[in-house]
């Protein structure tokens, strides 16, 4: 491997330099306000979203992996929210280090990636995927599948399809809030609701849905996706501290619902 | 005349033996993200830098912020962290007679979490998250001209 300076730097000077006894700078607000957001940066992914509530509570993954079944259709808005619960089923799955619901999870993947013209620049990925599932790779594997969602993002921006990269991000978010809340429902007090209180998130998700074209909107379940995210973000707005227990059961039946809608869940567990 | 054919043929045998065995022994490890070792980008060392942590249980997202930075004009980019998580960010340049520096602040503006490298022209900070929410990553460059610069981030 070669040499360079921030290596060099790296290992040299790695010392911890404690932030404290510095001088305290503040931002302003203005500089927070005009702060960047990239999505691939600024949107949390689901993989740590469900690290962190694993940490909190252990939950049994496999006993809460339900994994979405693709509904035939033609409707690209509806492939890509299913796409993208796809890709959160997929990160559960690894929390459960479930190697074969990896895989038939990236199989479904590929099977809508292909729907939406994309998936001739993931097939290597999917590969990758299944033979780290059968190794249980599990870091690796969540480092393959966030590059395997960032290709399909990058993929569907070549080709002019921005609204279907805000859709999947909105599916992917919906399920992470749904299996959050089904742990909290569940009665799991070691879990706080602090993890699901996402209202940046959810406003942030919101304004970019609101903002798809006419032709986009038209779509029924975009008009269904439109008012889950303001329940969401609503309900996630209105308390400063823990959510309510009647705020998680309004969450978890809203995102239900509307998963069931787009891609059907299985119902055999 | 056939001799010399026959040297000529010889020797381009096999110097393409020795390449096709120099290449499949020189292929990368398969690394999820893509980055080529050789290449000289801002992304690349940033990679690098963020690879380091690997051995600690680190992970790396596949997703970046990249952009010019100019001396003394800080860069503040937006992140959503959750409470249990730890992460690293790592930001790089290729003009190694710069100094690079990243702090994190909270949704509050304060500056939290520990720097991890000095000046230079790459620059690493971590946070162990304690309260969920909104963060801000600032990237300022206090020496050297304005250049292409990359920050990844990982997490455990």
């Not at chain 1, 379940?221 to 609503?234: M, P, R």
Request: glycine letters at 6%; one cysteine or more; charged letters at 20%.
């Amino acid at each position: 491997m070669s040499w360079t300076p921030c290596r060099s730097t790296f290992l040299f000077l790695f010392a911890v330099t404690p932030w404290l006894g510095a001088e305290q700078e503040r931002l302003t607000a203005k500089q927070m306000d005009d702060a960047i957001f990239i999505e691939t940066v600024s949107t949390p992914t689901p993989s740590e979203f469900f690290l962190a509530l694993g940490k909190q509570s252990q939950p049994n993954w496999n006993h809460i992996l339900r994994p979405t079944l693709p509904v035939a259709t033609s409707d690209r808005e509806q492939i890509a929210m299913q796409l993208g619960m796809l890709v959160a089923d997929g990160f559960m799955a690894i929390e459960a280090q479930n190697g074969q619901s990896v895989k038939n999870t990236t199989r479904d993947i590929l099977i809508l990636a292909k729907k939406l013209n994309v998936s001739q620049q993931i097939v290597a990925r999917g590969q990758s995927i299944s033979d780290f599932a059968d190794t249980a790779q599990w870091r690796e594997l969540r480092e393959e599948l966030d590059a395997m969602q960032n290709d399909i993002r990058l993929s569907l921006l070549e080709q002019k399809d921005s609204p279907l990269v805000v859709l999947a991000s909105a599916g992917s978010w919906v399920r992470q809030i749904e299996m959050g809340s089904n742990i909290l429902a569940s009665g799991d007090k070691s879990v706080s609701t602090e993890l699901l209180t996402q209202p940046d998130v959810a406003s942030r998700i919101l304004a970019r849905v609101q903002n798809l074209p006419q032709n986009s909107q038209k779509s029924p379940l975009v008009q269904s996706l439109l008012s889950v995210l303001l329940t969401a973000s609503s309900l996630m707005s209105e308390t400063k501290s823990d959510l309510p227990a009647s705020s998680v059961s309004k969450l978890v039946s809203t995102m239900a619902g509307f998963s069931h809608a787009v891609g059907g869940t299985d119902s055999k567990k | 005349m056939t001799a010399w054919i026959s040297i000529l043929f010889s020797l381009l045998a096999s110097l393409l033996i020795s390449s096709a065995v120099e290449t499949a022994s020189g292929l990368p490890n398969p690394s999820p993200l893509d980055w080529n070792s050789s290449d000289q980008s801002p992304r690349r060392l940033a990679l690098e830098m963020a690879a380091g942590n690997a051995g600690e249980g680190y992970q790396i997202h596949d997703g970046f912020w990249s952009g010019a930075l100019a001396k003394d004009a800080p860069v503040h980019i937006e992140v959503y962290l959750f409470a249990g998580n730890d992460y690293r960010f790592s930001a790089a340049n290729v003009d190694f007679y710069s100094q690079l520096r990243l702090k994190i602040f909270d949704a509050w503006g304060f500056p939290v979490g520990n720097q991890y490298s000095g000046d230079s022209s790459c620059s690493a900070a971590g946070i162990s998250v304690i309260q969920s929410g909104r963060y801000f990553i600032q990237l300022v460059m206090s020496e050297g001209d304005k250049a292409d610069t990359c920050m990844v981030y990982s997490y455990k």
